[in-house]
């Protein structure tokens, strides 16, 4: 409990507000959505990094607190959200996804960042990465540590974001994760751990690059992951309800039953090892596709391709949450199960 480090660090973060209204024209433009997360977390105590409370600091004083990025960016910043990433829901991402195809489609913006909470981060990184269409950089954000805490690692992220997005050479490469002095790609980049700072890889593809002193470098020519699929939501007002299921040994098909009779127009199973499954649920499998629902088989394992499949889809490099934003943003387009098994196996 440190209230005395907690009153200082925000009446630092307040003396620092001029900074955030600092029109610098000649400068690129970025602009920042703030949706919360530990980034802009806070705690009474500075040793806290696991249970303070996510989602407390706006995103004026998110840029107030690091003045430095007027040094590399014109910045604007909207608040979207602001709540833990456990909360973010369709609403939130399909007024994200749209008011960033709008921003970006303005010539003098560079390039935007989404700061939000790492434990859905992958998710929300994905489903932009699917559905805005620019080829300016797309960078979400965010933090394992607190703004309150020893060492918060918040204000260099968000630096970075910042100097990514309004990067030249960060076009073209779809959206991207930034936590760790590392950028990933938002199609592969996945959370592996569930307190550490270096918690955001892509096991098999690797990162896209990594930040010197904050400066952005490439490892590779402008590239895009091979048959990614872009989908215009610009008219969708609500996403298809997709449920994902874990597997087990002994696992039966009453939570697959129960999900048909609560809504769900597609599922996706984390199944176990190449999305395998028991011999019940595999006729279940079969049964649930052959009513015209799309069955996803994924993997629990945390890595790896799962290969196509006769009962299901397989759902190929998509772990089971990219699988279920994939098959929810296939399912609004009206793509029938033969699109769909393509989007996974093709
Ligand atoms: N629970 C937090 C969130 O996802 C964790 C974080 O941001 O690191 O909002």
Redesign the pocket.
């Known amino acids: 409990m440190n209230k005395k480090y907690l009153s200082k660090t925000m009446a630092a973060l307040m003396l620092c507000t001029s900074f955030a209204s600092f029109a610098n024209a000649d400068k690129p433009t970025v602009k920042i959505y703030a949706t919360?997360?530990?980034?802009a977390?806070s705690s009474e105590s500075n040793m806290d990094t696991t249970d303070y409370k996510?989602?407390k600091i706006g995103v004026d004083l998110l840029i107030s607190a690091v003045p430095e990025l007027k040094d590399f960016a014109h910045v604007i910043g909207e608040q979207i959200a602001n709540?833990?990433?456990?909360?973010i829901n369709q609403n939130i991402l399909l007024k994200l996804s749209k008011a960033i195809n709008l921003q970006l489609a303005d010539a003098k913006t560079s390039g935007v960042v989404v700061t939000?909470?790492?434990?859905?981060?992958e998710e929300t990184a994905f489903f932009l990465d699917l559905t805005v269409k620019s080829d300016k950089p797309v960078v979400i954000v965010?933090?394992?540590r607190p703004a309150t805490a020893i060492s918060a690692d918040g204000g260099m992220n968000l630096l970075e974001a910042v100097r990514l997005a309004s990067d030249d050479d960060a076009k073209h490469r779809g959206a991207m994760v930034v936590l760790n002095d590392r950028i990933g790609s938002a199609f592969y980049t996945t959370k592996t751990n569930s307190t550490m700072l270096d918690t955001f890889k892509a096991t098999e593809q690797g990162y896209l690059g990594a930040f010197l002193s904050g400066e952005p470098h490439f490892y590779y020519e402008p590239t895009k992951p091979v048959d990614k699929p872009y989908f215009d939501i610009s008219h969708v007002k609500q996403l298809p309800k997709v449920k994902i299921l874990y597997s087990y040994q002994d696992q039966d098909p009453a939570l697959l039953h129960a999900a048909i009779k609560d809504g769900a127009k597609g599922i996706v199973i984390a199944g176990t090892g190449n999305g395998s499954l028991s011999d019940v649920m595999l006729e279940a499998v079969k049964e649930t596709m052959d009513k015209g629902i799309p069955v996803v088989r994924s993997t629990r394992t945390g890595n790896g391709f799962v290969t196509p499949k006769q009962e299901g889809i397989g759902s190929g490099v998509y772990n089971p949450q990219k699988a279920k934003v994939l098959l929810s943003l296939a399912l609004a387009h009206g793509d029938n199960l033969k699109t769909i098994r393509n989007y996974f196996e093709n």
Request: proline share 0%.
């Open positions: 919360g997360g530990t980034i977390g996510a989602g709540t833990d990433s456990n909360n939000h909470g790492t434990d859905t981060l965010g933090a394992m």
